[in-house]
């Protein structure tokens, strides 16, 4: 497209399979948490925001030329096998419900190719992530954690449980 993708506060989108969201250079703001995307999503753009209010979210290839956000407030947070995650920016990840007290659920994005290029911020129970290159990340885990990066790693945060760390750098 020509421009953002965005939508309004009182409307939902409903896909009933994947979703290829294309805005090259332009903000995808997808942000209703009344959104249900019930198969992967795809999405190029510069800042790209994803929520999903039923079921979880499943994210596909991803590029973002800026920041990346995805939340998912009544499900996980997964990754299609075969996929990559590709975001220069900053990265925030929710998967929980924002209750009081909150629940909350998994993370999970493994693939090898996966590149955060700044912070990830990760919010949810059991969380897991990769990164081809070095990885920056700050936990707010109600359950475990595994990270892998192909450089550096960097931790801060809470993790209720076991945190398990690979490294290819210092």
Known sequence: TDGDIDQTAT?????????????????????????DFGGRVNATGQNVALADGTGGLELGNISASGTFAASSTAGDITQSSGSTIDV?????????DGGSPATDYDI?????????????????????LSDANALDVVLNASGSSTLTA???????????????????GG
């Open 150 to 168: 192909g450089g550096n790693l960097a931790v801060s945060g809470n993790t209720a449980g076991l945190t398990t760390t690979t490294t290819g």
């Open 88 to 96: 220069d920016g900053a990265t925030t990840l929710t998967a929980s």
């Open 11 to 35: 409307t939902a989108i409903i896909a009933g399979g994947a979703a290829t969201i294309t805005a090259t250079g332009h903000a995808i703001t997808l942000e209703n948490a009344g959104n």
């Open 108 to 128: 999970t994005l493994l693939e090898s190719g996966n590149d955060y290029g700044d912070t990830v911020t990760a919010t949810g129970r059991i969380i897991r």
